[in-house]
């Protein structure tokens, strides 16, 4: 039996999340594998891979808060607002100031309502939006709530008519690095795109761990980096059961609260993961069970 847990991959630039998926499947000799969040094809770093039962994890990563490392062109609007698409606008950057780039940035630092790219995997009844910008059509997309926590400038280059801004964005899930470049572009005058994107982290998960591809075929089928119980204690507040509490929750029912804020993982006697719960209605309810059958 294959192992249940999750594998921290960096991506490499050029391959969707699908296309690693697919090649974990064949690595792992399973098909129950999953992602934690895309990852644009061009985008590289950090991309969360569950195997197993550890698939059930994943709703839980996805949600976890994100750290990137961009580069911004400004001075040219792209349909993808990345490099990936066709150059849309070209105007010259040249006069645009350091200054005038920072407060632009601060600006989309904090909790702001921000427009996804119109070439996003969000649905527009029921069909992606990126297929309905690819068929031709305008795709207007509702602004959403998102936060984003940190957002630092780094080295400024001048390239003759554009600008390039180098970022550091630690940010909700749910937040677009390219609307940010195409937004700061908008504020600007000049449009805006981003021309590089590596993810950092995920979570408490972070490049400092994660494996290559190369890396994980050389030690297939044995390519899970972190067991389900550790993988949990990494994602997760988290609570030990007695051995009457670990019976109880093992088949479903509940628990008395202790005041965790969750959603939190319950261990058992021996540190094995028994669940995800959270606290409502003044019990401890399983999410998920995890017990071994």
């Given at each position: 039996?294959?192992?249940?847990?999750?594998?921290?991959?960096?991506?490499?630039?050029?391959?969707?999340?699908?296309d690693?998926?697919?090649?974990?499947?064949?690595?792992?000799?399973?098909?129950?594998?999953?992602?934690?969040?895309?990852?644009?094809?061009?985008?590289?770093?950090?991309?969360?891979?569950?195997?197993?039962?550890?698939?059930?994890?994943l709703?839980?990563?996805?949600?976890s808060?994100?750290?990137?490392?961009?580069?911004?062109?400004?001075?040219?609007?792209?349909?993808?607002?990345?490099?990936?698409?066709?150059?849309?606008?070209?105007?010259?950057?040249?006069?645009?100031?350091?200054?005038?780039?920072?407060?632009?940035?601060?600006?989309?630092?904090?909790?702001?309502?921000?427009?996804?790219?119109?070439?996003?995997?969000?649905?527009?009844?029921?069909?992606?939006?990126?297929?309905?910008?690819?068929?031709?059509?305008?795709?207007?997309?509702?602004?959403?709530?998102?936060?984003?926590?940190r957002?630092?400038?780094?080295?400024?280059?001048?390239?003759?008519?554009?600008?390039?801004?180098?970022?550091?964005v630690?940010?909700?899930?749910?937040?677009?690095?390219?609307?940010?470049?195409?937004?700061?572009?908008?504020?600007?005058?000049?449009?805006?795109?981003?021309?590089?994107?590596?993810?950092t982290?995920?979570?408490?998960?972070?490049?400092?761990?994660?494996?290559?591809?190369?890396?994980?075929?050389?030690?297939?089928?044995?390519?899970?980096?972190?067991?389900?119980?550790?993988?949990?204690r990494?994602?997760?507040?988290?609570?030990?059961?007695?051995?009457e509490?670990?019976?109880?929750?093992?088949?479903?029912?509940?628990?008395?609260?202790v005041?965790?804020?969750?959603?939190?993982?319950?261990?058992?006697?021996?540190?094995?993961?028994?669940?995800?719960?959270?606290?409502?209605?003044?019990?401890?309810?399983?999410?998920?069970?995890?017990?071994?059958?």
């Amino acid at each position: 039996m294959n192992a249940d847990g999750l594998i921290v991959v960096d991506k490499p630039g050029g391959m969707t999340s699908h296309d690693v998926v697919a090649r974990i499947r064949r690595l792992a000799r399973t098909r129950r594998v999953g992602h934690g969040g895309t990852l644009d094809p061009m985008a590289t770093g950090v991309l969360v891979i569950g195997v197993n039962r550890a698939t059930r994890l994943l709703t839980y990563v996805i949600g976890s808060r994100k750290s990137y490392r961009a580069t911004i062109r400004l001075g040219q609007t792209t349909v993808t607002d990345d490099a990936e698409g066709e150059v849309t606008g070209s105007v010259s950057a040249a006069e645009v100031t350091d200054e005038g780039i920072r407060s632009g940035l601060a600006a989309q630092a904090g909790e702001i309502d921000q427009v996804p790219s119109a070439v996003s995997a969000i649905k527009v009844n029921g069909q992606r939006a990126y297929k309905r910008v690819r068929d031709g059509e305008q795709v207007e997309l509702a602004a959403r709530r998102v936060t984003v926590h940190r957002l630092d400038v780094g080295e400024i280059r001048r390239r003759g008519e554009v600008v390039d801004v180098d970022v550091d964005v630690d940010c909700s899930s749910g937040t677009y690095i390219r609307a940010i470049a195409r937004d700061l572009g908008r504020t600007l005058g000049v449009g805006g795109h981003l021309t590089a994107l590596r993810r950092t982290a995920v979570g408490g998960l972070s490049l400092g761990e994660a494996a290559t591809l190369e890396q994980l075929e050389e030690r297939a089928p044995d390519v899970v980096s972190l067991p389900m119980a550790e993988a949990a204690r990494r994602a997760f507040p988290q609570r030990e059961a007695s051995v009457e509490e670990a019976r109880v929750l093992s088949h479903g029912g509940p628990l008395e609260p202790v005041g965790i804020e969750g959603p939190y993982a319950v261990f058992g006697p021996a540190g094995e993961l028994l669940a995800v719960v959270s606290e409502r209605g003044g019990k401890a309810r399983a999410e998920i069970v995890l017990a071994p059958a």
